[in-house]
């Protein structure tokens, strides 16, 4: 019978980003040298209303630190200088509901000309 090994985490942070919490977590190889997880957890709902976590994972190992980081900055820094570190989607977001807010019917148009405002007596 084999036994699981018990996967001892070293050290830990996480980043809640809205609906999703990304958790970036240090782990040892059975030969005792670390290496990282990246699990991006996203709370979703199932069809009865349940809640349930979606969970995406990567491994990084020490050998990779480098180039990825490399690639990391080089792509993020990429989006800021064509985009800026403004977040549009939601600035958008905001501005089509404030659209659609004021085009809905909740409003009834009125053409205050047509108000008869004489006094009945």
Known sequence: MSEKREIE???????RAGRRTYF???RSTRAGDYYMTITES???FNEDGTPYYKKHKIYLYKE??????DNLDEVTNYIFEQKGEEIISNSE??????KEKASSSDF????LDEIDTTEES
Request: hydrophobic share 30%; glycine share 0%; no cysteine.
């Open 9 to 15: 985490e070293i050290f830990s942070k996480s980043l």
């Open 24 to 26: 970036f977590d240090v």
């Open 42 to 44: 996203k709370r979703d």
């Open 64 to 69: 990779d630190f480098k180039n990825f980081k």
């Open 93 to 98: 977001n905001k501005l089509e509901k404030t």
């Open 108 to 111: 009834t148009e009125v053409n």
